[in-house]
């Protein structure tokens, strides 16, 4: 019987990895996602084994730790972090705006994580420029992120989730200061008006 080699936690599972297991359409294809085998040599697997198999995997997803990492290497190339998620240009924004409403759209459906991809190409990209803790990232251009889409698929899981924990409690911290923000001008204008 032939041994595969599958990961035990989120450390050991890639981006892309993940997003062809999600949004695989057969239990054979979420199989070949898992252990990185072409679909034919899975259909020559005992059900059995396919269940493990499945069973593993998502066992998998959901063991291991988030870690957000400013900066990392990818072989030679350095990605990072878009570090300061004030200074979004305006394409950053609306691209993230765009595919975060795609993922997280209602009802879900399998066909939504494939834009994480997309999501962390804009999230993450090649570092320009590093100097001490500060780092400079190439400028966001969609039409390029074809020179390292490969980079970004193979972000494990670890870091994705890393990035979507500091991604959620940033936007959960902005809602707040808004919130404050509102309040304290509420309470302005209601002393400028005598109320």
Known sequence: M?????????EGIT?????QFYTAKTDIEKVSAAIGKPVSECEQ???SAIQTILELFV???QTGNSRHEQTFFDGAIRLGFIPDLNMLSFKEYV????????IYKQPTEVENYKYFI???AVLFRPVKEIWGKHYELEPYDSGKVAHYRECIERITMDRVNG???FFSTTANELMRDSLN??????RTAMEQIGG
């Open 2 to 10: 032939k041994q595969y080699e599958l990961p035990k936690s989120v």
């Open 15 to 19: 981006l892309k990895q993940y997003v």
């Open 45 to 47: 697997l005992q059900v």
């Open 59 to 61: 066992t998998a997803c």
């Open 95 to 102: 691209d993230i705006d765009s595919f975060t409403t795609l």
């Open 118 to 120: 997309d999501l962390f």
């Open 163 to 165: 990035a979507l924990v």
């Open 181 to 186: 923000y509102l309040e304290q001008e509420m």
